[in-house]
């Protein structure tokens, strides 16, 4: 379970303060499948980010199955990256030269695991997909197969928490909707997921809602 109190992300811009995030409460519980949405500029990546710990707030408080995320050592943290939560971004940050095994076959040798991880990375492939383009070069795959190899990377070590920020920002309708997809099975399979979007089409396959608007939460509803 996720526990967000009191969150604030403050920049100093010229003389004036200013809010990223406004005071967020939020609980997410475990196998819910939130979308974040509402314009740009309101502060979903930002919350985002600092549930994946890529940033850090200033006031307030994550609790991630009991552990607070400011109170992680950095070894912790590593293995929260690595283990707990799974992120997939607009941009897929694939290593374009590597290939759709190795790119995914990554967040496991970085967490140590050096022995034989094929049937990891095959069951991760298989999840998305993408089974027959494993020894393909990243860059030769299409936006839609990048973001499904993003996916695999990121399943790969089971992590129980999937966070996807505009997963589908860079791709088309038929593309999206395969992501989309994934990412409902995903979550049938048991996973949370935390998905940020702009789009109310994407966001309605969400079980739950979240608008957010100048750093705070302004709805919040199930979309059962
Ligand atoms: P969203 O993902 O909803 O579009 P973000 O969380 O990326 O919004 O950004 C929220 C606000 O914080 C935006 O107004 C953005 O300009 C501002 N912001 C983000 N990073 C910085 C920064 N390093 N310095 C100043 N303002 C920032
Ligand atoms: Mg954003």
Redesign the pocket.
């Known amino acids: 379970m996720i526990s967000i109190k009191g969150l604030k992300?403050k920049?100093?811009?010229g003389k004036a303060d200013?809010f990223?995030?406004d005071g967020v409460d939020l609980e997410i519980g475990d196998g819910e499948f939130v979308a974040i949405t509402?314009?740009?500029?309101?502060?979903?990546?930002?919350?985002?980010?600092v549930l994946g710990t890529l940033d850090v707030p200033t006031s307030g408080s994550v609790t991630v199955d009991g552990a607070d995320l400011s109170a992680l050592t950095p070894k912790q943290v590593a293995a929260y990256r690595n283990k707990t939560v799974g992120f997939v971004f607009q941009s897929f940050y694939l290593e374009q030269g590597y290939s759709v095994y190795d790119n995914v076959e990554l967040p496991l040798l970085l967490g140590g695991q050096t022995g034989d991880n094929s049937s990891k990375v095959n069951a991760a492939l298989e999840a998305v997909g993408l089974s027959g383009k494993a020894a393909e070069k990243a860059l030769s795959l299409s936006g839609g197969e990048q973001q499904r190899v993003a996916i695999a990377r990121a399943i790969v070590n089971d992590p129980d928490y999937i966070l996807a920020?505009?997963p589908c920002g860079n791709l088309d309708s038929v593309n999206s909707n395969n992501i989309m997809n994934i990412l409902c099975r995903l979550h049938e399979s048991g996973k949370t997921v935390v998905m940020?979007t702009?789009d109310a089409e994407d966001a309605a396959r969400a079980s739950r809602i979240v608008t957010?608007s100048d750093?705070k939460v302004i709805t919040d509803e199930k979309n059962l």
């Open positions: 992300k920049y100093v811009v200013f990223a995030l509402g314009k740009s500029g309101s502060g979903k990546s930002t919350l985002l980010n920020d505009e940020v702009h957010m750093g």
